[in-house]
């Protein structure tokens, strides 16, 4: 069975804190990776990775992923309160459609 | 920006009843998606649908779930008997291509189930 992992399930810190959120997976014919923002219902998509060691970045965010050791990062710089929310991982298989997604982890960041 | 849109937002309904649950997804879009969330549990798939048929569909879509493309425009889930435990949000979500990483997703339809 497909299994996301995310760490930490919550987060607090304060503004301007640098935050690394972590995101571990077994799935068999692996396709991608993609982290969403999910602050109050609807999941907004950050990024997709598809091939290991390359950095994607988006503003004071980057991810990166490492299809030997099985996980990616999501890094969050110079946090703001705006970054409070809920991030998910997924994962998604070459053989399908679906998205696998993991409990997420829960970030507030404090003025 | 285009966007997903979904009705009701938050419906209740005795068990046992028959829900419906409506999606518009974005206008060129092609590939249509239902998940659910149970509060405090993980985001689940539950249906893909493509080229008006189901492309994939989990163990949680069982024999009291259907999904239909009536008009073009609109994508409904049916539950057709509801239980107790099929309180949850329900997310519709659209894609331009089929496995192209962005899906997007509707602000939810939140059920509950009494």
């Known amino acids: 069975e497909d299994k996301v992992v995310q760490s930490p399930l919550s987060l607090v810190v304060h503004e301007g804190d640098t935050v690394t959120l972590n995101c571990s997976y077994e799935?068999?014919?692996?396709?991608?990776l993609l982290w969403y923002k999910q602050e109050k219902k609807a999941p907004t998509f950050l990024f997709m990775l598809t091939s290991s060691g390359i950095e994607k970045k988006s503003g004071r965010l980057s991810s990166i992923l490492d299809k030997k050791e099985l996980f990616s990062i999501l890094n969050i710089t110079a946090t703001q309160t705006g970054d409070s929310a809920v991030y998910l991982c997924?994962?998604?298989?070459?053989?399908?459609?679906?998205?696998?997604f993991g409990k997420g982890t829960s970030l507030l960041v404090t003025p | 920006e285009p966007e997903v849109t979904q009705t009701p937002s938050h419906q209740v309904t005795q068990m046992g009843q028959e829900v419906i649950l409506r999606c518009v997804p974005i206008s060129n879009h092609l590939y249509f998606y239902w998940y659910r969330q149970i509060l405090g549990q993980k985001v689940e798939f539950l249906v893909s649908?493509?080229?008006?048929?189901?492309?994939?569909k989990s163990e949680i879509f069982d024999d009291q779930f259907s999904v239909e493309r009536p008009d073009g425009s609109n994508f409904t889930l049916k539950i057709r008997s509801t239980k107790l435990e099929d309180s949850a949000m329900y997310f519709c979500a659209s894609q331009r291509g089929g496995n192209t990483g962005e899906l997007f997703f509707g602000e939810g339809s939140r059920l509950t189930v009494l």
């Open positions: 997924a994962v998604e298989r070459n053989s399908g459609y679906a998205l696998n």
């Open positions: 799935v068999t014919n692996f396709r991608s």
């Open positions: 649908f493509y080229n008006n048929e189901i492309s994939e």
